[in-house]
């Protein structure tokens, strides 16, 4: 796995959220997730895939966190999660894939993206591709905290 890849998604996170939320953040340690479960309950998730890299990128809220940053970005008050709050961390995983896949462009990394979905639920599980391995991100901001996780393969 490398650095350059890897750190291409927590840029593209904290810049969504900075200038789509108004929210700035801090990135802590990554990690290698041995487990399934999010750390969260509300996960947008989204596959790239490509000649040289294949994979998927999750972005894991808890519900308060994701209705804070729904509110923040459409400018009401979001109190339970519903169908906007749901579509919004779909959103969010297209606008971080997208801003990553801009600047990995870059550095020569080509790849497509898939249409996001998004899985709700306490300790849901995120199914990655292929059983890849997974490096967790940890964001906090104060709205709460946040997990990035990514799992990639070059080929």
């Known amino acids: 796995m490398k650095a350059e890849f890897i750190n291409a998604f927590p840029a593209a996170f904290l810049d969504v959220l900075s200038k789509m939320a108004n929210t700035p953040a801090e990135v802590g340690k990554p990690f290698l997730k041995r487990d ?8 947008g998730l989204i596959g790239l895939s490509g000649a040289r890299v294949r994979g998927s ?3 894991t809220f808890p519900n308060e966190t994701i209705m804070a940053i729904t509110s923040r970005m459409l400018g009401e008050t979001f109190t339970e999660v519903d169908e906007t709050v749901i579509n919004m961390a779909g959103e969010i995983a297209n606008m971080v894939m997208g801003s990553a896949k801009n600047s990995l462009g870059d550095l020569g990394y080509k790849f497509e993206m ?11 599980v995120i199914a990655h591709q ?3 391995p997974v490096v967790a991100v940890p964001v906090t901001c104060d709205a709460g905290s946040i997990h990035l996780e990514l799992a990639y393969e070059e080929m």
């Open 130 to 132: 292929n059983r890849l």
């Open 36 to 43: 399934d479960p999010g750390h969260g309950d509300v996960s």
């Open 57 to 59: 990128l999750a972005i």
């Open 114 to 124: 898939t249409i996001p979905s998004v899985v709700v639920g306490p300790a849901h």
